[in-house]
Structure formats: structure tokens, C-alpha cells
């Protein structure tokens, strides 16, 4: 699979719907993010990840009236929510009429994105109207736009420390790395430029006068570390989304327009130029080395810079990529990285489309920014970046198509100066300096790095964050995000709900969107939550809520699948009391798959350690500083806390009262991806009592088995897998069994309580389920996107029989009552 030799000879569609994204102006339904002060401010948005961006997809596909393509939707989203070039313009002193917008496109990269969207046609009658929520829509175009907001800012003086904020790659996993390969050195880059940028005299030399483009004037005097927008952050790296997406949508369509249908007609400056170019290279590479071209070369330069460098000024939660410099940053570090991978997309997409024909663009990406398995294809990953770009790219080719897109660009762009010959050696060499600056500056986590500090399992928790208010906004909401980003939030993975610990009402409803949450958690919102801790009525609200979510999901039949976390976040002084210390009981005997954990600001082992299981674990000092840094350290103890937490199987018969019912026979479906690890957990109130048929029963059931099943089962090693047994002393801890296509692998249950006299003694059932599937397998084994995160994820059936219902909660409860009946008898006796 290398060119698409079936590069269709689409007629370009002449007069194409006129789009509201290519006019001069601020496109009518993006206009509220520059008008509405909360959306203008850029804190109130979702973070600009990948996985917002994954998120946001996800729910316009989701949408029952959306029925279409991956080549429809990504067309679809550059056409309504990328609008490249967008500025503020505000002469100083003058008054601004209530009739005009200080913004519009007219950055330098406006130009090439006009010409796009006539490269990669969108039928706005293919989609319906759909109404994505303000903030949520604001993010996508910021992080689908590409233009660069030179603004004084005021936090200038802190330009030279943004290297301190170098992502900290290893944030899903607390294990510590290597993760220097990546640290961007600016003292290596030789101060303002990468190392293998000449100095040209005649760039520090902007054009200045009245004459000069905008473009040029806006970066005049202005900040030195410019904002990129248009980047979403990624664990390989920081990319250019809106390349990533042409990318796709034109792979998707691959089509040859013929130079003269692009410019509409207008006679170019450069007659020796290849007469058509495959729309796949102007939407990526090819775009932005012509910018580049034609930019510095009428500004006289010989040798075109390509790269450039920057970084987010925080480690958590980033929104806002500055450029280390203001010159030359026609392609930037982050379009580099985005135009290769929508170059390498869209050029596998036949290959992709051979594996599974209903891909969507949101599994598309979260395959291939995933640390494992790829694109069906481990070599299709981002962390495979290096390899990808010699693969996929042929210089000649590229030359070709960026001489010919130069050349049609020209036509429309304003520019300082008009070239009159000499473009050739131009383009050489800016692509000579993109390849010698791609090789070493990207700074891509290797694929051997990801494998090792990313962890080979996924989780499912449901996570409720008992928030103490009094945390400064600061502080807590790195945490809180990096929380989130480390345990998954997402539609298959984690949910997270915010409760008050003043009172344990519920201050943002559970979701499975980090873009939902981030909206709702803003400065603004926390500032209004009542600050303070009260445990006695948050434990028992928190509690009675548990209670009634498990009456819940016993009407429902819920067997499992999730596992739930209750973590308390305090910054002052909790009181605790007889009524906390039982509430907190109460909940660990009724809710018996809740763990609670308490991170506090100050020690307070001595109040609470009699409120957890184990307070050497679920009792948690936080260091947190101010300035979001060290979040990552800080909180490893929390993610680790909720990692060991398996996913919860139970007997839906017992509720949330316990009375003894069997479980019968009864099932649910999982999912695992090639070599990945689920692990779970069922509690001894679900077997403490003998049953000599109690038992799990893991198989393929009716599924299409791929590859074999290793389960293993442990009483003591909380996440057990055949490599737990490393470090442990008791080697016959953990039992493992494989199971193959009609096989099954039972854990039987008898006697699993005989050593204990109480439920509280005895230990639950840790067991896990691995898939040793090939991640390479080129066909699709879950096509439901319903269910299944990935395309290759493996179906799995869970079963239990003979499970009972078993409570100190309640025994507590009948043993008062004997002790009341007998009471009541001897009175009855004696009378
Ligand atoms: C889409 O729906 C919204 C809200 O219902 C409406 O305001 C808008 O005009 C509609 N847009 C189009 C193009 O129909
Ligand atoms: C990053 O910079 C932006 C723009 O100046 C600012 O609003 C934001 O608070 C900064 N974030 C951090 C964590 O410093
Ligand atoms: C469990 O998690 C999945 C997504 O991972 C979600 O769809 C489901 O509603 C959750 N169920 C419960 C009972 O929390
Ligand atoms: C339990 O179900 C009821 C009825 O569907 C719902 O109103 C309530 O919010 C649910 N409770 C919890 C804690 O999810
Ligand atoms: C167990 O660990 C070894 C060495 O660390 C590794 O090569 C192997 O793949 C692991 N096996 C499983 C099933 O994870």
C-alpha cells in the first residue's frame, strides 16, 4: 500500500456550495466564540487533547440523525468548524462600534484554506443540522483552526520557561521513565531558531511600513512567544488537527484538480508547473511548504525555514500552544507532526477501509494516537511517526505538488513582494529543510517508550470526586483533569461525577465526556460551590446515594463490568464522629464494591484512618502546588489507588437490601483489546456462605473467538495476570487457565469463606482476563461502536452461578431484631 495508484480523476465540482468558512468574514456560526465573553475566554473551553477531539467526534457520530461516512464527517467538520487565520484587529483609542466584530480571518493561512475547501467538496445537505453545545463547538473550531494570536499577553517575561511545562508522558502510569527523549532543550535550539535554521539577516527584518500584508504587522513588536492555535496536545506530540483531519477527508476521496479549476481561472505567475495536484498533498505537507515558500521567499529569503518550536505553558488541562519564536512560522513543529500523520491516514485509508468498511473517524484517531496495536497495523501508531514519514513520503512527488499548490496559492495570497522566478530551487529547499528538521526535531515518543510506561489495561470506574471547595481553583483543577485523563473518561471507559463534601449534593452530574466536564467545571463554577467540609452529611448523603444506585442497577440486572471509587478531596480539617465512623462503615458492609479513598492537603491519618480499608493506601497527603507542576507525582497514589480497584461482579438479586437470593445463572458481556488485561473483583458478600456450584465462569460464549483467553484468579494479588506472580513470594497466589474457542475457564467459589468467621475477614475474588490475540489482525472483530471502543476489540462472556447475598449491614440489622424478638419473648415469658 504506498501511493493510491487509484487516484480518481474526480471532475473538479465547479461553483461547489458557497461555504460560510471560505468567505472574508468570521463564519455566521462561529461567531458566537468571539462575541460571548465566557466562550472568548479560552479557560472556560475543554482542553485541546486528543482526546477532546476523539470526545467531540464521537458525539456528532453518535447523534441518531448522523448517518454517515468517515470521508463525509471529516469533510464535513473542516467545512463547518475550521476557519483558518482568524485575528483580533483593534486600532488603540478607538472606539469599537457595537456593529463590528474585532475579528476576522486574515492571517497568512486563511489563503491555503479557502483553496482547500474547493479541494475537498462537503455536501451540506449530506448532514443534518446539528447542534453541538456552545463550548463544546468553540473547541472543536479552535482546534481544528490554524492561526496565530501575537498579542501582547502580559505573562511574556515566563516565554523562556515554557520548556518546564514539557508534557509529562508518563501521566497514565505512575511507574517512572525515561521520558527525555522528548524535552524540548531550548538552550540546544541555539536561541531563537532549531538548530538547523540559518540565520537570515532578512528576518529580523519584518516588513514594517503601511504597505506591508496584515500578517506581518500583527507580529510586529508584539508577543514573543506567540499562541498557535489549531494544536491539540497528544502524547506524541503537539498536532496540527486541522492538517490531521485534510488529511483524512481528502485520502479519503482521493482525487487529481486540475490547477486552473483551483484558481478559478487566474493566470498564474509560474507556467512550469505540473498541471494538476492530488488534493491529499495541498491539505497537508504541501500546504503549509508553500506558505512557507512563498512567504519568506518574497520577503527575499534563499534558504526556507521549515519548523518551529514551542510548547503549553501548563502540564494539565493545555489550551494554549506558544511558539518559541515570531519568525518564520509558516510550518510549525505541530503541522508538521499533524500533516504527517493526516498524510500517512489518508494514504492507508484503502487498507484501513479492507480491515473494517465502517470505520469511523473517531476510532480512525484513537487507534492510531493509542500506545498499542495501531490502525490494525502496530506500525500505523503515532509514536511510529520517524518510520511512517520515510515510508509514505517520495520527495520528487512532493516537489511537484508543492511547486504546482505554490504556485495556485500565489494567485490568491497577498504577499510582500512578487517572485518572478527561481521558485524551484525555493521549494528544494524547503523540502530539504523539512526532511533534515523533521528527522531530528520532532521529538516523538518512540513506540518502545509508549509501550513500556503505558499501562496494558483499561478502567471502567465510576468515579465520584467529593470535592472540598475551599481548594484554590488553581490547584485542584490540574488534579482533577489529570485524574480524569488517567483514568479514561470516556463513552466506553470512566465516568466522573463532582459532589460538594459540605453537604454531598451533586455539583456536576456523572458524565462520560471530558469535554462535558471541562465546560462545566470552569472558575466560575467552582467559585460558586459552597466551600467547607461537613462529613457527617456528605458521607451519609454520598452513602444513601450509593445505596439507591445499586437498588438501581439490581432493577436493571446489572452484572458488572464497572467498578466504583469514592474519593474525598479535602483541604481543611475534616471533623470526624461516631456518626461518620458508622456512615463509613454502613457503606463499606452495604455498598460492598465502593472504595473510598481520602486525599487531603494535611495529614490527617489520626482523624480518619478509621473511615478506610487499608490507611496506609486509601489515606492520601496531596503536595499540590499552585502552579499545576507537580500534579503527576502527586497523584500517583490516587491513580494507583483507583487502578487496584477491579471492575465489580455482583449478584443483581441482592440489591441494595441483601436478602439471600441466588444469583441463578446469569451473564454479561465484556470487551478486551488485543493483549490488554481486564481485571475484576467480586466481593465475599456474594459468596461467603458455602454453595458448592458458586462459581465465574469466563468464556468466548456466542462471540467470534480470536486468538486464546488467559484468566487468572487470585484471594490476595489484587491485579492478578501471569506476570504478577514477579515479586511475590507465595508463587501459588495467582492461577491461571487459557481458554480457547469453545473452551471455558471456571473459578469455582466453594468454601472460597471457610477460613473466615466474618465477610469482613474474608477476601474477595480478584481475577483478570487477557486477550493474547494478535493486535495486528486485519479484519474487524466488533463493528458495534455501540459497544466497542476499538474495531479489534475482543468479545468475552462473564458468567456467574450460584452467587447469594450476604450483609453485615443486614445481619447487624437481624440481630438486632433476634435480640428485640427475644427480648420481647422473655417479657412475654415472665408475664
Ligand atoms: C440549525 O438549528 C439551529 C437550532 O435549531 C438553528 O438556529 C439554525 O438556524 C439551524 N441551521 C440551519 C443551517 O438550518
Ligand atoms: C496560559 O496562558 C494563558 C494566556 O495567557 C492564560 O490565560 C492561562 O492562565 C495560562 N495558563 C497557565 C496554567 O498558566
Ligand atoms: C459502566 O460503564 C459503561 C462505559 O464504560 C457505561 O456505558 C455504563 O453505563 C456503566 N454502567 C454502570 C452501571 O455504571
Ligand atoms: C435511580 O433510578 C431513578 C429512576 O430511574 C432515578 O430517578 C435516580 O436518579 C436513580 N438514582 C441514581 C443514584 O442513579
Ligand atoms: C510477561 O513478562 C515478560 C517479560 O517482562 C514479557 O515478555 C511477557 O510478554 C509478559 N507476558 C504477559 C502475558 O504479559
Given at each position: 500500500m504506498y501511493w493510491l495508484s487509484a487516484l480518481l480523476l474526480a471532475a473538479f465540482a465547479k461553483g461547489a456550495h458557497a461555504q460560510s468558512t471560505a468567505q472574508t468574514s468570521v463564519a455566521p456560526d462561529l461567531r458566537e466564540c468571539y462575541t460571548d465573553p465566557i466562550l472568548l475566554n479560552r479557560n472556560n473551553l475543554p482542553p485541546t487533547t486528543m482526546q477532546t477531539l476523539i470526545d467531540i467526534i464521537r458525539q456528532i457520530e453518535d447523534n441518531p440523525n448522523v448517518r454517515v461516512d468517515l470521508r463525509v464527517m471529516a469533510a464535513w467538520l473542516l467545512h463547518t468548524y475550521r476557519q483558518d487565520g482568524i485575528q483580533y484587529h483593534r486600532r488603540e483609542g478607538v472606539a469599537m462600534s457595537a456593529n463590528v466584530l474585532p475579528f476576522s480571518p486574515t492571517f497568512n493561512t486563511f489563503h491555503r484554506h479557502r483553496l482547500l475547501l474547493r479541494m475537498i467538496p462537503s455536501n451540506p445537505q449530506g448532514m443534518p443540522n446539528i447542534t453541538l453545545p456552545a463550548p463544546l463547538k468553540c473547541a472543536l473550531h479552535h482546534m481544528l483552526s490554524t492561526t496565530v494570536d501575537a498579542r501582547l499577553r502580559g505573562d511574556e517575561s515566563n516565554c523562556g520557561q515554557l520548556s518546564q511545562y514539557r508534557a509529562l508522558r508518563t501521566s497514565r502510569s505512575a511507574r517512572s521513565v525515561d521520558d527525555d527523549v522528548e524535552i524540548l532543550d531550548l538552550s540546544k535550539l541555539g536561541g531563537r531558531n532549531g538548530q538547523l535554521r540559518q540565520h537570515n539577516p532578512n528576518d529580523d527584518v519584518e516588513s514594517t511600513g503601511s504597505f506591508g500584508p496584515r500578517t506581518a504587522r500583527q507580529l510586529m513588536g508584539e508577543s514573543a512567544c506567540p499562541i498557535l492555535t489549531g494544536v491539540v496536545n497528544s502524547r506524541w506530540g503537539a498536532i496540527s488537527a486541522g492538517n490531521l483531519i485534510a488529511g483524512i477527508a481528502a485520502g479519503a476521496e482521493p482525487q487529481q484538480i486540475s490547477i486552473t479549476d483551483l484558481t478559478r481561472g487566474s493566470v498564474l505567475n509560474y507556467q512550469n508547473v505540473q498541471q494538476t495536484v492530488s488534493a491529499i498533498f495541498p491539505a497537508t505537507l504541501a500546504g503549509d511548504l508553500a506558505e512557507a515558500v512563498l512567504i519568506q521567499g518574497t520577503r527575499g529569503s534563499q534558504a526556507i525555514e521549515i519548523g518551529s518550536g514551542g510548547n503549553w505553558n501548563s502540564t494539565q488541562a493545555r489550551r494554549f500552544f506558544m511558539l518559541s519564536n515570531r519568525l518564520n512560522i509558516e510550518m510549525t513543529d505541530p503541522e508538521i507532526a499533524g500533516g504527517i500523520d493526516g498524510f500517512v491516514l489518508g494514504n492507508t485509508l484503502l487498507s484501513t477501509y479492507a480491515a473494517h468498511s465502517e470505520i469511523r473517524l473517531s476510532q480512525l484517531l484513537d487507534m492510531f494516537y493509542a500506545p498499542r496495536n495501531g490502525v490494525f497495523n502496530s506500525n500505523l501508531r503515532a509514536c511510529n511517526r520517524q518510520n511512517l514519514r520515510t515510508q509514505f513520503i517520495n520527495e520528487p512527488q512532493l516537489a511537484g505538488e508543492t511547486n504546482a499548490f505554490a504556485a495556485a496559492l500565489d494567485t490568491i495570497m497577498p504577499l510582500?513582494?512578487?517572485?518572478?522566478?527561481?521558485?524551484?530551487?525555493?521549494?528544494?529547499?524547503?523540502?530539504?529543510?523539512?526532511?533534515?528538521?523533521?528527522?531530528?526535531?520532532?521529538?516523538?515518543?518512540?513506540?518502545?517508550?509508549?509501550?513500556?510506561?503505558?499501562?496494558?489495561?483499561?478502567?471502567?470506574?465510576?468515579?465520584?470526586?467529593?470535592?472540598?471547595?475551599?481548594?484554590?481553583?488553581?490547584?485542584?483543577?490540574?488534579?482533577?483533569?489529570?485524574?480524569?485523563?488517567?483514568?479514561?473518561?470516556?463513552?466506553?471507559?470512566?465516568?466522573?461525577?463532582?459532589?460538594?463534601?459540605?453537604?454531598?449534593?451533586?455539583?456536576?452530574?456523572?458524565?462520560?465526556?471530558?469535554?462535558?466536564?471541562?465546560?462545566?467545571?470552569?472558575?466560575?463554577?467552582?467559585?460558586?460551590?459552597?466551600?467547607?467540609?461537613?462529613?457527617?452529611?456528605?458521607?451519609?448523603?454520598?452513602?444513601?446515594?450509593?445505596?439507591?444506585?445499586?437498588?438501581?442497577?439490581?432493577?436493571?440486572?446489572?452484572?458488572?463490568?464497572?467498578?466504583?471509587?469514592?474519593?474525598?478531596?479535602?483541604?481543611?480539617?475534616?471533623?470526624?464522629?461516631?456518626?461518620?465512623?458508622?456512615?463509613?462503615?454502613?457503606?463499606?458492609?452495604?455498598?460492598?464494591?465502593?472504595?473510598?479513598?481520602?486525599?487531603?492537603?494535611?495529614?490527617?491519618?489520626?482523624?480518619?484512618?478509621?473511615?478506610?480499608?487499608?490507611?496506609?493506601?486509601?489515606?492520601?497527603?496531596?503536595?499540590?502546588?499552585?502552579?499545576?507542576?507537580?500534579?503527576?507525582?502527586?497523584?500517583?497514589?490516587?491513580?494507583?489507588?483507583?487502578?487496584?480497584?477491579?471492575?465489580?461482579?455482583?449478584?443483581?438479586?441482592?440489591?441494595?437490601?441483601?436478602?439471600?437470593?441466588?444469583?441463578?445463572?446469569?451473564?454479561?458481556?465484556?470487551?478486551?483489546?488485543?493483549?490488554?488485561?481486564?481485571?475484576?473483583?467480586?466481593?465475599?458478600?456474594?459468596?461467603?456462605?458455602?454453595?458448592?456450584?458458586?462459581?465465574?465462569?469466563?468464556?468466548?460464549?456466542?462471540?467470534?473467538?480470536?486468538?486464546?483467553?488467559?484468566?487468572?484468579?487470585?484471594?490476595?494479588?489484587?491485579?492478578?495476570?501471569?506476570?504478577?506472580?514477579?515479586?511475590?513470594?507465595?508463587?501459588?497466589?495467582?492461577?491461571?487457565?487459557?481458554?480457547?474457542?469453545?473452551?471455558?475457564?471456571?473459578?469455582?467459589?466453594?468454601?472460597?469463606?471457610?477460613?473466615?468467621?466474618?465477610?469482613?475477614?474474608?477476601?474477595?475474588?480478584?481475577?483478570?482476563?487477557?486477550?493474547?490475540?494478535?493486535?495486528?489482525?486485519?479484519?474487524?472483530?466488533c463493528i458495534d461502536p455501540a459497544v466497542c471502543r476499538f474495531p479489534n476489540s475482543i468479545r468475552f462472556q462473564i458468567q456467574v452461578d450460584g452467587l447469594g447475598c450476604f450483609s453485615n449491614a443486614t445481619s447487624i440489622l437481624s440481630s438486632v431484631i433476634f435480640v428485640l424478638f427475644g427480648l420481647l419473648l422473655n417479657i412475654v415469658r415472665s408475664l
Open positions: 510582500e513582494g512578487t517572485l518572478t522566478g527561481g521558485l524551484d530551487s525555493l521549494v528544494q529547499s524547503a523540502i530539504r529543510n523539512f526532511q533534515t528538521y523533521s528527522s531530528s526535531n520532532l521529538h516523538t515518543l518512540s513506540c518502545a517508550t509508549t509501550e513500556t510506561t503505558s499501562p496494558n489495561f483499561r478502567l471502567r470506574t465510576n468515579l465520584y470526586i467529593v470535592l472540598d471547595a475551599t481548594w484554590p481553583y488553581n490547584t485542584i483543577y490540574p488534579a482533577i483533569s489529570h485524574l480524569l485523563d488517567a483514568i479514561e473518561v470516556n463513552k466506553y471507559g470512566s465516568s466522573v461525577t463532582l459532589l460538594s463534601a459540605f453537604d454531598g449534593s451533586i455539583l456536576i452530574p456523572q458524565t462520560f465526556s471530558v469535554a462535558e466536564f471541562h465546560s462545566a467545571y470552569t472558575a466560575a463554577a467552582h467559585q460558586a460551590f459552597m466551600t467547607g467540609v461537613n462529613l457527617e452529611t456528605s458521607l451519609t448523603t454520598v452513602r444513601l446515594m450509593m445505596v439507591e444506585n445499586l437498588r438501581n442497577e439490581s432493577a436493571s440486572n446489572y452484572v458488572g463490568g464497572n467498578s466504583t471509587v469514592l474519593l474525598y478531596l479535602l483541604n481543611s480539617a475534616a471533623q470526624s464522629n461516631q456518626i461518620v465512623v458508622d456512615q463509613a462503615r454502613l457503606l463499606r458492609e452495604g455498598v460492598p464494591d465502593t472504595r473510598l479513598l481520602i486525599a487531603s492537603s494535611s495529614n490527617q491519618q489520626d482523624n480518619l484512618a478509621n473511615l478506610v480499608r487499608d490507611p496506609q493506601i486509601d489515606l492520601i497527603t496531596l503536595n499540590l502546588a499552585a502552579t499545576g507542576t507537580n500534579v503527576d507525582t502527586n497523584m500517583a497514589q490516587v491513580v494507583a489507588g483507583i487502578q487496584t480497584v477491579g471492575r465489580r461482579v455482583v449478584n443483581p438479586a441482592c440489591g441494595a437490601n441483601f436478602a439471600p437470593e441466588s444469583s441463578g445463572t446469569r451473564q454479561f458481556i465484556d470487551f478486551v483489546e488485543p493483549g490488554f488485561i481486564n481485571f475484576y473483583r467480586i466481593s465475599p458478600n456474594y459468596f461467603f456462605s458455602d454453595n458448592a456450584n458458586a462459581r465465574v465462569r469466563v468464556s468466548f460464549g456466542t462471540g467470534l473467538a480470536a486468538g486464546t483467553l488467559t484468566v487468572c484468579h487470585s484471594r490476595s494479588v489484587s491485579m492478578p495476570s501471569q506476570n504478577s506472580s514477579i515479586g511475590i513470594v507465595d508463587t501459588g497466589a495467582v492461577t491461571c487457565q487459557n481458554v480457547a474457542t469453545s473452551g471455558t475457564a471456571d473459578i469455582g467459589l466453594e468454601n472460597a469463606c471457610s477460613d473466615s468467621s466474618t465477610i469482613g475477614q474474608c477476601p474477595p475474588l480478584h481475577f483478570s482476563v487477557q486477550s493474547n490475540a494478535p493486535g495486528e489482525t486485519s479484519t474487524a472483530t
